[in-house]
């Protein structure tokens, strides 16, 4: 690109903004210009305004920008929204609504069905219903999500395999601590232990996952005719989430059968090479041990899904085990390719 375009960040000085910023560090196509918080942070310089979380210090590019009123009025036309899920809607819509293209992490219009919830390697035809979500709405601008960092690792994990029919899937989750954001759970919790419960994650997972592996249907999407089962657990890991899952099909594919279409996976963000994308969106693991958060969450910049022990289910057909970054591949990652996906499009012309 000769002209890199401008971006904002609402909820920029929270631990998923400050992931946005550091994702967005050096990036070909996005320039980033502009952040938003809170009345209580607005005015203030951005490195007064926060307390730097992440590895590194907070970049020189966004110390002195100064942080704005999450209000339209003098933002770029590109917004990556890190808004709390208690705040999100009314303030996603109103910049959506005055001509903003919203890309969000947020959960909130994550399953309204005009609003795309995207994962660019498996559902990028999902982006046609926003002309219908900007007709019904009378919105200038538009809204597109990414899923929840869970369902993005089982969607990646179960994408290739699609094409065999997929009718099941159980899928047991070991979430790392930074998926609760900061100061997230408490140390005597989680310190040896496992938490068998994260509020709503359950019901994100089995939803999301049938509408991003669903069929467009012209104003909606058809859900993927398959039953999904999660139970999610939180576990004393800083970054990644594993996820052990089982799955049946319709069409009764061999194992080998399964690993070609892992190993030869390949999209449309690989096929026009967007910034974001990694060269193999999932990588299968041969070692019995593999993959593992601390060896493997890193690579390939976090973007990409890292499968191992595929292996018969004597329950359904066949069983594996999926890790992604969940604060990478599963928030910050996952909204820029989404956006370097639309500018691909057009949508950002």
Request: glycine share 10%.
């Amino acid at each position: 690109m000769q002209t890199r375009i401008e971006v904002g960040i609402l909820g920029a000085t929270g631990m998923v903004g400050q992931h946005f910023i550091k994702f967005l560090q050096g990036h070909p196509w996005f320039d980033l210009k502009w952040v938003g918080a809170s009345d209580r942070s607005a005015g203030k310089k951005y490195k007064d305004a926060m307390t730097w979380h992440l590895a590194g210090g907070t970049p020189d590019t966004v110390a002195n920008l100064t942080v704005e009123e999450c209000k339209p009025g003098n933002a770029p036309r590109l917004l990556f929204s890190a808004m709390d899920a208690g705040v999100a809607t009314d303030i996603e819509r109103a910049f959506a609504q005055a001509g903003h293209v919203v890309v969000s992490n947020s959960r909130n219009h994550r399953m309204e069905q005009d609003v795309p919830l995207i994962v660019p390697e498996i559902n990028p035809d999902h982006l046609r219903l926003v002309p219908g979500q900007q007709r019904a709405r009378g919105w200038k601008g538009q809204i597109v999500t990414n899923p929840n960092c869970s369902t993005i690792g089982l969607v990646m994990g179960l994408g290739p395999m699609k094409q065999f029919g997929i009718t099941k899937v159980l899928v047991t989750t070991m979430q790392a601590i930074s998926g609760a954001g900061y100061p997230g759970v408490a140390s005597m919790d989680i310190m040896g232990n496992v938490v068998p419960f994260i509020g709503s994650e359950e019901e994100k997972m089995e939803m999301e996952t049938q509408k991003i592996m669903g069929e467009f249907a012209g104003d909606r999407i058809t859900p993927l005719p398959a039953k999904v089962s999660a139970h999610c657990n939180r576990v004393a890991v800083v970054d990644g989430h594993t996820e052990a899952v089982s799955v049946e099909f319709s069409a009764k594919p061999s194992q080998a059968d399964l690993l070609h279409a892992l190993e030869s996976f390949s999209a449309v963000p690989q096929q026009r090479n967007l910034p974001s994308a990694p060269a193999r969106p999932v990588i299968y693991m041969e070692e019995a041990n593999r993959p593992q958060p601390r060896k493997d969450a890193e690579r390939e910049r976090g973007m990409a899904a890292f499968v191992g022990r595929l292996r018969p289910c004597p329950v359904l057909d066949y069983k594996f085990v999926v890790l992604s970054h969940n604060t990478i591949r599963g928030a910050a990652g996952a909204a820029c390719l989404n956006a370097e996906l639309m500018h691909s499009e057009g949508m950002l012309d």
